[in-house]
């Protein structure tokens, strides 16, 4: 009989240390018999820490029963070609009049527009508030930001405070935590150290009550705690139906309901994922080093994490609950297929490694909660509009990009040209399916990021080194370096550029040209003859946007309303397709 002997660390037992034989043992042992099942360290932290203040939206969940109901939804995600579950038919359509219908009477409120889903949907509530537009916001949760803090640069708030949505001392009261230099690292190779690159730590809690306070005193309406049961268009409205029985009605709805819409699912028909960003991870107490932080570390090569291989990447930053606070992200990108590694093997995983990569010891962390989350991504993102009257917002319409696992920078970068465009469509009466889905066209710089997320994410059986994926990452990130702050500036704030992606292919293929060979082998002909095109198409869109927009925009207010709506939508996305809306 083996008696285990329980250490204790976050108020959880766990059970290296073995006493055979008659030596005396404590009260505090136990004997397992062979046959009980030992629930896992990820289990024992996370059922012994107070979960509260639970949020809708990604990584807004903390408990053990979310994680295990999320890896449900990933397991049937990986399991077939399709999603094989009948999709709810969220939407349909009617060719009458709504004002001539019987629910006409039973509508509790009308808008200009209407956004399901507030947790990021508040942001595009409240821009278009400023413009004037009566929005109203249904969210089945209390709308509130979750405690976990979000890392982005001064810059990219900014941007809220252009649309009308902030101020600038609202920055300073929603940032917890500020930290300079961060690193760009790879495991055995070396590191990068930049300045000012997703050094602030927002409070999404703050930042969310701030602007929703914002929100309301601009005359917006929050329905909590509703959700959206079926959605109706008409030639004249769009009409909401929610579960509790209210209807409204609108002009246009905002789906802001995340990467798992019923809306995007009845769109997609249950289509499986091109790739998936796993992401596990902590806020723990105990780090004494904790002033810089990590946009990305690389380990050295790949790992097994249950069935699979897989090469892992780091995040970390200091958080803004206590100077020994801090934040560590784990991730990996994958193909979603049976055997793929579960979100709980990946934290079983991350508290084997998490230590060595920060330079800590478990038993000397206080975990304060545990952050896991899946972030799929589609090849043909953004979605363009199905439907008249209805378009999709934030990490439903796949803005973000298919390396991030985090839609709030990228839905700053946009929020600007969107809550614009959504202006003029209401405004105009634009609402149909085709003249909406201006507003998510193709980027083709958002398009060729797929490259990069084939070359981060491991093959299984691969016949490439396993350290490979370092070595190419370290090999870029010098070249980016040596070509300065214009060229690796925007690359780690997501943002892909003609020119500077052709001059880091170039200097690559100068000082590492045996590295192109494996690259064929690790990402594929197909993918790299699909990623030529885009490429391509990013060279194109950059000429048009520095020659041809000047012409056109002076020419605009000669066209006609709608023609001058589809012109600026083109100016935009030739602009923001190319990245040429970044400024250093």
Known sequence: MVFLQLRHFNGVSHFPSQVHGKRKVSQRCICLQPQAAVPSRTRRIMESISVSGEVGGAG??????????????????????TVQQEIQQVVSSNAGLFSQTDLSDKAVGTFDVIVCGGTLGIFIATALSFKGLRVAIVERNTLKGREQEWNISRKELLELVESGILVEDDIDEATAAKFNPNRCGFEGKGEIWVGDILNLGVSPAKLIEIVKKRFISLGGVIFEGYSVSSICTYENAAVLQLAEGKILSSHLIIDAMGNFSPVVKQIRSGRKPDGVCLVVGSCA???KDNSTSDVIYSSSSVKKVGDSEVQLFWEAFPAGSGPLDRTTYMFTYIDPQAGSPKLEELLERYWDL??????????????????YGIFPTYRDSPLPAAFNRILQFGDASGIQSPVSFGGFGSLTRH?????????EAVRGDFV???????????????????????????????D????????????????????????????????????????????????KPQIIPLIFKQVGI???????????????YTLLSTFADPVIRSLLNAFPPRMKYEWNRYLEAWKYGSGLDYKL
Not at 415 to 423: D, E, I
């Open 60 to 81: 807004g969940a903390y408990s053990y029963d979310a994680l295990k109901r999320l890896d449900q939804i990933w397991s049937n995600i990986c399991s077939t070609q």
């Open 285 to 287: 107490r105990g780090f």
């Open 354 to 371: 998490m230590p060595e990569y920060q330079g800590v010891t478990l038993d000397n962390l206080e975990i304060q909660r545990v952050i």
């Open 415 to 423: 929020l600007g040209r969107l809550s614009t465009g959504v202006y």
């Open 432 to 462: 149909d399916s085709y003249s909406l889905s201006l507003l998510n066209p193709y980027m083709p710089n958002l398009s060729a990021s797929w490259l990069f997320q084939r070359a981060m994410s491991a093959k299984q059986q691969s």
């Open 464 to 511: 490439v080194s396993p350290d490979f994926i370092n070595e190419l990452l370290y090999v870029n990130f010098q070249c980016m370096q040596k070509l300065g702050d214009p060229v690796l500036r925007p690359f780690l704030q997501d943002v892909i550029k003609f020119g500077p992606l052709a001059k880091t292919l170039g200097l690559v293929m100068l000082n």
């Open 526 to 540: 197909p993918v790299l003859v699909d990623w030529s095109g885009h490429f391509f198409m990013l060279g194109y």
